[in-house]
Structures are given as structure tokens and as C-alpha cells.
């Protein structure tokens, strides 16, 4: 049974710093691209950040460009993001998702979703 587990959520303030992770199970990671969406309440899910199989290519929405950081260890099968100076409009419950192969693109690509860990960014 494949499950991914996501966890770092948690509540801070405008211009903090948190890193969510997550952890697969059930699968070999190394074959499937790896990154993170996000919903904000009352909006779409969106696609946030992806990282492919050999690591050597990586996605950024435009809005989180030069402050996530996305990152995979495979012995641990773990994906990392690592978000930097924070915004209220990075709240949002933030869901790690597998794509087999190095296909990335919306959500008709992903395979597994994790559950989602709540961001919440405030004043």
C-alpha cells in the first residue's frame, strides 16, 4: 500500500521559515517525480513545485520562485521543501503528490497524494 506522509506544517509569522517533508512508502520513489501542491481556503489547488527523478530538474510557480526550495533524498525516500520568507498567501493546505516517470504537469499526472499538512501564515 503506497502512502505518502507529509509533515512541517504548522503556523508562523509573515517572513518566517518552515520546510515541510515528505515520506513515501510503498513504492520506489526513485521513479516517480516528486513535488507539492497547494489549496488555499475557497481557492483551486495549484501546483507549487516538482523535482524530477535524477534531481537535475526543477519546477517553481512564479509566486514561490527565489524563496521555496525544493530537494529529494531517495535513500530516505523524502521530499523536502524548504520555504523561506513567508506570505499570508502561503496559506494553504500543502499536499506532496508522486508522477511516475518524469511526467509533471497538472493534477491528471499524479499517481499518489499524500494527505496535505496546513501552512498557515499570519500576522
Known amino acids: 500500500q503506497v502512502q505518502l506522509v507529509e509533515s512541517g506544517g504548522g503556523s508562523v509569522h509573515p517572513g518566517d521559515s518552515l520546510t515541510l517533508s515528505c515520506s513515501a512508502s510503498?513504492?520506489?520513489?526513485?521513479?516517480?517525480?516528486i513535488g507539492w501542491f497547494r489549496q488555499a481556503p475557497g481557492k483551486e489547488r495549484e501546483g507549487v513545485s516538482s523535482i524530477n527523478t535524477s534531481s537535475s530538474r526543477t519546477y517553481y510557480a512564479d509566486s514561490v520562485k527565489g524563496r521555496f526550495t525544493i530537494s529529494r533524498d531517495d535513500a530516505k525516500s523524502t521530499v523536502y521543501l524548504q520555504m523561506t520568507d513567508l506570505k499570508p498567501e502561503d496559506t494553504a493546505v500543502y499536499y506532496c503528490?508522486?508522477?511516475?516517470?518524469?511526467?509533471?504537469?497538472?493534477?491528471?499526472?499524479?499517481?499518489?497524494w499524500g494527505k496535505g499538512t496546513l501552512v498557515t501564515v499570519s500576522p
Open positions: 510503498g513504492l520506489v520513489v526513485d521513479y516517480y517525480a
Open positions: 503528490a508522486l508522477s511516475y516517470g518524469d511526467s509533471w504537469g497538472d493534477e491528471s499526472y499524479i499517481d499518489y
